[in-house]
């Protein structure tokens, strides 16, 4: 069975411990705002719910770096030839395609393509698309 977890950006005037925004568990709506729904301390029956930033959730892939890190929607992995890859969700399936600085390449044309057929030994999770725009500039694309 896959890991169901999302995670998303905390709104303005909540912290989270990890202290990067970000905050990890379950998602919950009443319909008009969204939260995750986290547990602290199993033990405990901690239960936190932490309002969320909407256009930041983003869902795990169930697929790992070469670091085991946890790759989610929105992340942006590179292969070991420096190229980039940010991941998305579209028409049911996390997907990628290569960012790429030469507009009439060979590889601006790649179709986009299922993130489990990129994903290698080699990948590493570089950053994300919010707290890492400059990673999507064409002009840092490594080639």
């Known amino acids: 069975m896959r890991e169901i977890l999302f995670?998303?950006?905390?709104?303005?005037?909540?912290?989270?411990?990890?202290?990067?925004?970000?905050?990890?568990?379950?998602?919950?709506?009443?319909?008009?705002?969204?939260?995750?729904?986290?547990?602290?301390?199993?033990?405990?029956?901690?239960?936190?719910?932490?309002?969320?930033?909407t256009d930041t959730i983003c869902q795990f892939t169930g697929l790992l770096d070469k670091n085991g890190k946890k790759l989610f929607e929105g992340d942006i992995f590179e292969n070991s030839a420096g190229g980039r890859y940010p991941v998305f969700f579209e028409n049911g399936c996390f997907m990628s395609q290569l960012i790429c600085d030469k507009p009439n390449s060979y590889m601006t044309k790649l179709k986009l393509c299922d993130i489990h057929h990129l994903i290698t030994d080699e990948c590493e999770v570089i950053g994300n698309k919010w707290d890492n725009q400059e990673l999507l500039n064409n002009k840092n694309t490594k080639q």
């Open 7 to 53: 995670r998303a950006k905390c709104k303005p005037g909540y912290d989270y411990p990890d202290g990067d925004g970000w905050v990890y568990g379950g998602i919950i709506t009443d319909g008009e705002q969204y939260g995750i729904v986290t547990v602290d301390n199993v033990d405990s029956d901690d239960f936190g719910y932490i309002p969320v930033k």
